[in-house]
């Protein structure tokens, strides 16, 4: 927050509010329903969610490249977040803000994948592919959305999803291709992550209520598992199998990161509500 004294010593430092609502794709009129409101909590809050353990990596990461790479994809889904919750809060009013620093957990709803810690850097990584190629498949499927917002918002984000799966895929090989111990670390990784890939594709009722709108997700799983085990593939990995984690993000029900998450994320704007900067 500035200071008058601040701004004579420092200068005016000031966001251009008008810019910022430009940034953000589909129709900046349209009203959402309430279904189709909840359809773009779900896809909002996993962007939102896999951009704040993203974020963490900033001058964690194993290269300086690395550090600015996934600051880059974090901003990215940052950008799909606030389009997303932006058309959501139409239904009720609320700004893409109120969606995401006055939410509690109960009432967030990302997928348990998105949710699970960082953990070491192949962690990361596998989390980063699994997430990845499912948004490039999910994206390019929206694209052909009835709810034109929904397909522009879609459209462009898909063109940046399709650098982060790239991204994930590269340092994949290079994880399991390289060292025992890289290779150890990525085969567990992608051992540990497996078990929150199967929420990602239940078709839940809502699903049903907005046929020719939302993408159905138990489609998506057939192209999902072929990128997959291309890659796995080349990396010389086999995919992972194991137990099938109970999920329920969907519908409220979370993986116990959630909460430390969000108490992170959510800390400046609770702490000074109404806050100018």
């Not at 994948?113 to 999910?138: C, K, M, W």
Request: negative net charge.
């Amino acid at each position: 927050m500035s200071s008058p004294d601040a701004e004579s010593a420092h200068g005016a430092v000031s966001v251009d509010e008008i810019t910022l609502s430009a940034e953000l794709a589909g129709e900046t009129d349209a009203v959402a329903s309430v279904d189709v409101a909840e359809y773009a909590l779900w896809l909002g809050d996993d962007a939102l969610v896999l951009a704040q353990q993203l974020g963490w990596w900033i001058s964690r990461a194993p290269e300086l490249e690395e550090d600015v790479a996934l600051g880059n994809i974090g901003l990215d889904l940052v950008g799909h977040a606030r389009s997303l919750l932006r058309y959501a809060g139409t239904a009720t009013r609320r700004s893409e803000d109120d969606l995401a620093y006055w939410r509690d957990e109960p009432e967030f709803r990302s997928a348990w994948l998105f949710e699970q810690p960082n953990g070491d850097f192949a962690h990361t990584i596998g989390r980063q592919l699994i997430a990845s190629v499912y948004l490039v498949e999910l994206y390019s499927r929206l694209c052909a959305s009835r709810d034109a917002t929904l397909a522009a918002i879609a459209a462009k984000a898909v063109k940046e999803v399709d650098y982060h799966r790239d991204h994930a895929t590269q340092w994949t090989l290079r994880l399991a291709l390289g060292t025992e111990e890289s290779r150890r670390r990525m085969t567990l990784a992608l051992a540990d992550l497996w078990p929150y890939v199967d929420e990602l594709f239940v078709d839940e009722p809502l699903v049903d209520r907005l046929e020719g709108v939302a993408v159905r997700p138990s489609t998506m799983r057939p192209a999902f598992d072929a990128v997959i085990d291309s890659v796995l593939g080349e990396a010389d990995l086999v995919r992972p199998a194991g137990f099938i984690a109970a999920g329920g993000g969907r519908t409220g029900r979370h993986f116990s990161t959630l909460g430390y998450i969000l108490a992170e994320m959510q800390v400046l704007a609770r702490q000074h509500p109404g806050a100018s900067w």
